[in-house]
């Protein structure tokens, strides 16, 4: 990985996570490519990060010299703008160049329609801004198991990575995908809660998160599912088990299901070309 050259268009807060990803686990600078809307954030990565980057500001060529002979091309630009850049820079991909999209609806055809190079469709989440990521990754109809294992690589760098079947890449971003936005949800309401029992609202930011942080940490330390560690701290006749009867009676499982089938409809009406 270390030696592929790798172009990233777009840098913001995916392809910027990537991208300090990337360079963190020991890809050179020298190796690395980028694009950007602004000079001004092109100029802060070439002082900052020591990376080439190139402006679409200032060049309307800029996207195109991004991925002159890079081996591996991340696009991160939003979906409605997938198909357009890769057909405009089309022209200046290496026939060997690995086109990775991370892009929530584009599917692999829509992508190998615009290119004749191999392709692979990735659905990272924003954790991997902190290096705990979790990503989905699918092939297209071209990419090799030597393509996977690179792009399995990239991923590893700011998390965890599930090669899954396309079908599945739509489901797979209702759950990693949308899911730090349903967990920043239910922390928000519950710090609400603490505040309304007349905690400070520096208090219940105490209380609250760093109990979700601790109890996160606590599952992935311990070995134990979460039921199990659910009901060790669920006493029989306790406050926790009166709480948690509230909440099974709100069917927490079938709004989870509403949510995530919402997600999922509109996941294909991207698809569909509805933006």
Do not use: W
Request: aromatic letters at 4%; glycine letters at 8%; charged letters at 20%.
């Amino acid at each position: 990985m270390n030696s592929k050259r790798i172009a990233i268009l777009g840098t913001g807060s995916m392809g910027g996570a990537i991208l300090h990803g990337l360079l963190a686990a020991g890809v050179s600078a020298s190796n690395v490519s980028v694009s950007t809307k602004s000079e001004a954030s092109a100029a802060k990565l070439r002082a900052e990060l020591g990376v080439s980057a190139f402006s679409c500001e200032t060049s309307a060529d800029a996207n195109s010299a991004t991925v002159a002979n890079a081996d591996v091309v991340l696009v991160g630009v939003k979906p409605g703008y997938v198909v357009e850049v890769l057909t405009e820079v089309a022209g200046s991909l290496k026939a060997s160049a690995l086109v990775i999209s991370v892009a929530a609806g584009i599917t692999t055809a829509a992508m190998e329609a615009a290119v004749s190079n191999a392709v692979v469709r990735a659905m990272p989440n924003t954790p991997s801004v902190v290096g705990r990521g979790v990503t989905g990754i699918a092939k297209g109809s071209r990419a090799s198991a030597e393509d996977i294992a690179t792009a399995t690589k990239i991923f590893e760098s700011v998390g965890k990575v599930l090669v899954i079947d396309e079908s599945q890449i739509d489901s797979l971003s209702t759950i990693s995908g949308s899911g730090p936005a349903y967990v920043f949800y239910l922390i928000e309401q519950f710090t609400a809660t603490a505040e309304s029992m007349g905690f400070t609202a520096e208090q219940a930011e105490v209380m609250v998160h760093d109990t979700f942080l601790g109890a996160s940490e606590l599952l992935a330390a311990s070995g134990k599912s979460p039921a199990e560690l659910r009901k060790q701290v669920t006493s029989p006749n306790g406050t926790t088990m009166r709480a948690v009867a509230v909440l099974e009676e709100a069917k927490l499982k079938e709004t989870f299901d509403k949510a995530t089938a919402a997600a999922l409809a509109r996941a294909k009406e991207i698809a569909e070309g509805n933006l």
